[in-house]
């Protein structure tokens, strides 16, 4: 279904993968092979199942409200518009959960900020420029990872979304899409960013609140919540907790 020859780069060390820039994983783009996919393939197979028990996988307590299930779904496709920061929070879950995570052609992904909001390093692919084989790539990491982001440079055809979506359901990886997708669980967009930390005429930026908004596949209203991403301790919450616990601020999106 999709071809092998001009492959990945983050799965091109002969190391388990990890990061771009300071651990084990990526060499130079296009220079992998299919033997390497099994290589990796099996690697990871060592160290987890490829099946989790559940067709759900959790993602952040404060996005997790907002979600068809209160979860993300293996085998489904997400979209999340414009905001790296709102796909890193969505990530945060699974890759706790010890899900591995790929990440295709975002090379402003930054692995500093990814650390802060919880991401697992040690269990993270990077990707930053798969070039114009980024189906390719996004297809082949697909057969290793437990979730799967990718940028398309342009916009996909109805066959390259179709041939992807009976791969990721046949393999029961998650794809998250930053930018619009066709045949999405959700979509995800961020809204009224409000930044904190700024006096008269100084100071620093240290905190941002955000409203997120998810539309649902299945109909029905979207819905949001008014979120700290992050407030002054690097946190991400709702901006009103419910009796000392943070919970998500829910509510119907209007338009």
């Known amino acids: 279904m999709f071809e092998y020859e001009e492959m990945l780069p983050a799965v091109a060390s002969s190391a388990p993968p990890t990061l771009r820039g300071g651990a084990n994983a990526a060499a130079e783009p296009r220079q992998g092979s299919l033997e390497t996919v099994r290589d990796l393939q099996a690697r990871i197979g060592q160290m987890q199942a490829k099946k989790l028990d559940t ?6 307590p404060a996005i997790a409200g907002l979600l068809p299930g209160g979860s993300l779904k293996q085998g489904a496709a997400y979209s999340v518009t414009a905001s790296v920061t709102l796909l890193m929070v969505l990530l945060a879950g699974p890759s706790a959960a010890g899900s591995w995570c790929g990440v295709v052609g975002i090379p402003e992904f930054g692995i500093e900020a990814a650390s802060r909001y919880g991401i697992d390093l040690e269990r993270l692919v990077l990707v930053p420029d798969p070039g114009e084989q980024w189906l390719t790539v996004t297809a082949a990491v697909a057969d290793v990872m437990g979730v799967v ?4 440079p342009k916009r996909a055809t109805d066959a390259t979304v179709s041939r992807l979506a009976a791969r990721l359901r046949q393999r029961g ?8 997708w066709p045949q ?8 009224d960013n409000r930044w904190s930390g700024i006096g008269d005429g100084h100071g620093f930026l240290a905190a941002r609140q955000a409203t997120v908004t998810v539309t649902s596949r299945v109909g029905g209203r979207p819905r949001s919540a008014d979120l700290w991403l992050p407030d002054q301790g690097e946190s991400v ?3 009103r907790p419910l009796y ?3 919970q998500p601020v829910l509510r119907e999106a209007t338009g």
Do not use: K, Y
């Open 55 to 60: 067709r759900d996988l959790p993602t952040h």
């Open 149 to 152: 982001v990718t940028r398309p």
């Open 173 to 180: 990886v998650t794809l998250i899409v930053l930018g619009p």
């Open 184 to 191: 999405t669980e959700a979509m995800l967009s961020l809204s």
């Open 237 to 239: 919450r709702s901006v």
């Open 244 to 246: 000392g616990v943070p």
